[in-house]
Antibody, heavy 121, light 111 residues
Framework: EVHLVESGGGLVQPGGSLRLSCSVS????????MSWVRQAPGKGLEWVAN????????YYVDSVKGRFTISRDNAKNSLYVQMNSLRVEDTAVYYC??????????????WGQGTLVTVSS | QSVLTQPPSVSGAPGQRVAISCTGS?????????VHWYQQLPGATPKLLIY???NRPSGVPDRFSGSRSGTSASLAITGLQAEDEADYYC???????????FGGGTKLTVL
């Protein structure tokens, strides 16, 4: 059974940093792209970043470029996102999600339970 | 503001049919990229409901169906049940972003 478990969320001041982790099991982690998707309180879903199976390609939504870094450790079956220069508007539940590519795009077939990041002074 | 446009809310009585629209642009749905749908029950994690426009993952009832045409897509739910009350999101891909785009979500209320 596929499991994704996020951790590392919490309260941080504006301008601060936080590193989220996602530990996965139940599938061959090194064979899949992975993503982070976030959801601000009471708001919709927003894709944040993607990373290729071997970490050689990484893509970000414009609002986090230069501040967030997605990474992975295939030996540890773990996905990460380092979040720097955090802003109030980064407050959200952050989900890690497994990516499945089709011939015409991608979708997220498995999701973690999410971890809450609150940016506030 | 979300890239894909969905109605904020829809409603229907038990047993009825509802449809949720998802409108994109020439850079996402109109460019030929697939549309996918997610169901988020209250307080829960999003769950894949429809993938690649019209395909249901194992375990999703056939009351749920999807379609895509031009720059739009639609999710239809027939035989509405109380447990269908949830938020529904469409998602596609934007090649210029090398990333995914979501709709703003539609809250389904079962009357």
């Amino acid at each position: 059974e596929v499991h994704l478990v996020e951790s590392g969320g919490g309260l941080v001041q504006p301008g601060g940093s936080l590193r989220l982790s996602c530990s996965v099991s139940g599938f061959i982690f090194s064979s899949y792209w992975m993503s982070w998707v976030r959801q601000a309180p009471g708001k919709g879903l927003e894709w944040v970043a993607n990373i290729r199976e071997d970490g050689s390609e990484k893509y970000y939504v414009d609002s986090v470029k230069g501040r967030f870094t997605i990474s992975r450790d295939n030996a540890k079956n773990s996905l990460y996102v380092q979040m720097n220069s955090l802003r109030v508007e980064d407050t959200a539940v952050y989900y890690c999600a497994r990516v499945f590519w089709t011939a015409a795009g991608l979708y997220f077939d498995y999701w973690g339970q999410g971890t809450l990041v609150t940016v506030s002074s | 503001q979300s890239v894909l446009t969905q109605p904020p809310s829809v409603s229907g009585a038990p047993g009825q049919r509802v449809a949720i629209s998802c409108t994109g642009s020439s850079s996402d749905i109109g460019a030929g990229f697939d549309v996918h749908w997610y169901q988020q029950l209250p307080g829960a994690t999003p769950k894949l409901l429809i993938y690649a426009n019209s395909n249901r993952p194992s375990g999703v009832p056939d009351r749920f169906s999807g379609s895509r045409s031009g720059t739009s897509a639609s999710l239809a739910i027939t035989g509405l049940q109380a447990e269908d009350e949830a938020d529904y999101y469409c998602q596609s891909y934007d090649n210029s972003l090398s990333g995914s785009v979501f709709g703003g979500g539609t809250k389904l209320t079962v009357l």
